[in-house]
Nanobody
């Protein structure tokens, strides 16, 4: 059974940083592409970042240059480093691999 558990969300001031983590179990992590999504209130869920098995990455235009996705195959964990946060980044952030989703972690950017 695949389990994805996100952590690291919270309240941060504009311009601040957070690092999200997603710990995976029940999968062959090192051969799984991993994705971060987010969903803001009243909006569709959107893809934020992807890291492939090869380590190559892709980002939504809205986060390029500010967010970095990475993975640690020894810990079965994918990370999302978020810098220069602004109120538009406020959302629930989800981890996904294949058809499995985590429960989400809330990120709120507010002064």
């Amino acid at each position: 059974q695949v389990q994805l558990v996100e952590s690291g969300g919270g309240l941060v001031q504009p311009g601040g940083s957070l690092r999200l983590s997603c710990a995976a179990s029940g999968i062959m992590f090192r051969i799984s592409n991993m994705h971060w999504y987010r969903q803001a209130p009243g909006k569709e869920r959107e893809l934020v970042a992807t890291i492939m098995i090869s380590g190559s990455t892709n980002y939504a235009d809205s986060v390029k240059g500010r967010f970095t996705i990475s993975r640690d195959n020894t810990k079965n964990t994918v990370y999302l480093q978020m810098n220069s946060l602004n109120p538009e980044d406020t959302a629930v952030y989800y981890c996904r691999t294949g058809g499995a989703w985590g429960q989400g972690t809330q990120v709120t950017v507010s002064s």
